[in-house]
């Protein structure tokens, strides 16, 4: 079966620090993968998304970066967090081609102080 | 991809049932109808999802018109546990090559009381 793994679930950073969090899936191969974004009381902002190995979308410009170095890994990164980057962040993967019965991880819940 | 509009929040009490309707007035063809449900800290967990008249599991039943252009999420006898966002969506096509991206709206509150 299919699983998604996301860390660290919980992290506190100083403004100005980098960031790097990890999804990896299981089970599937050549997943659609996704970064969402859900602010404090706010719905789910779609951050990028990767339909393979180094294919990358950015949904809106913002302080973020993503990459997937391998089919099944997809990284979100920041050089320089802001304090607007806090929230919760959520990893997702679907079939490769489909727009529906996506899957996603247990979240980081991110805070820049 | 086609919007959708829902209501902000409901409230309800135990083991009514719950609609939720969404509307969807520029569905394409080739899309489908899915409906998530998120917990507080949690991420989204797929309910339901249909392309036309009606659809039944475990957990809820979705109902859709034959246009197509609104869809309503049944859940029946709710319980405290129900309480929660649910998100309508309307899919990309499923066809290969195809991102599969879906943009979440900003969901209905369920506020299911005892």
């Known amino acids: 079966s299919q699983t998604i793994h996301q860390w660290p679930a919980t992290l506190v950073q100083p403004v100005g620090s980098p960031l790097s969090l990890e999804c990896t899936v299981e089970?599937?191969?050549?997943?659609?993968l996704y970064w969402y974004r859900q602010a404090a009381g706010r719905g789910l902002q779609l951050l990028f998304y990767?339909?393979?190995?180094?294919?990358i979308s950015s949904e809106v410009p913002q302080n973020l970066s993503a990459s997937r170095p391998q089919d099944r890994q997809f990284i979100l990164s920041s050089k320089k967090l802001l304090l607007s980057d806090s929230g919760f962040y959520l990893c997702?993967?679907?079939?490769?081609?489909?727009?529906?019965?996506?899957?996603f991880g247990s979240g980081t819940r991110l805070t820049v102080v | 991809l086609a919007k959708t509009t829902q209501p902000i929040s409901m409230d309800s009490y135990e083991g009514q049932e719950v609609n939720i309707t969404c509307s969807h007035n520029?569905?394409?063809?080739?899309?489908?109808i899915t409906w998530y449900q998120q917990f507080p800290s949690q991420g989204p967990r797929f309910i339901i999802q249909?392309?036309?008249t009606k659809v039944t599991n475990e957990v809820a039943s979705l109902f859709i018109p034959a246009d197509r252009k609104s869809s309503t999420l049944s859940l029946p006898r709710v319980s405290l546990s129900d309480t929660a966002v649910y998100y309508c969506?309307?899919?990309?096509?499923?066809?290969?090559?195809?991102?599969?991206?879906?943009?979440f709206g900003q969901g209905t509150t369920l506020q299911v009381k005892p």
């Open positions: 520029n569905i394409a063809t080739n899309d489908y």
């Open positions: 997702a993967w679907s079939e490769e081609g489909r727009g529906y019965g996506y899957t």
């Open positions: 969506l309307v899919g990309e096509t499923s066809h290969s090559g195809n991102t599969g991206k879906l943009i």
């Open positions: 249909g392309y036309k």
């Open positions: 089970g599937t191969s050549n997943p659609n």
């Open positions: 990767s339909v393979g190995i180094g294919q």
